[in-house]
C-alpha cells in the first residue's frame, strides 16, 4: 500500500494498529524498496504525484516526507 499508493494516513494508521513505530516503518519499506529494485520491479518506486506536496515524488522522497510528518 505504501509504494504503489503512496498513502500516507493509511501506512501511519496500519503502523499503529499494529504497534510498529515510525522508525520499523522507515527501516522496513527501505528495504522493501531495495528488494525491489534488485529484482527489477522498480514500477512502485518510480515518481508518482503527490497531492499534498503537489508534485512528483519518487518514492524515497515521499518516504522521506512520510517520516518527516508522522
Known sequence: MA?????????????QEYG????EVRDL????AREKARAGDTK???P?????ARSHLSFEEWLQQLIKRW
Open 3 to 15: 509504494a504503489v499508493y503512496r498513502n500516507s494516513p493509511g501506512t501511519k494508521w496500519l503502523a
Open 20 to 23: 510498529i513505530s515510525k522508525d
Open 29 to 32: 519499506l527501505e528495504r522493501l
Open 44 to 46: 512502485p518506486l518510480e
Open 48 to 52: 508518482c504525484y503527490d497531492l499534498g
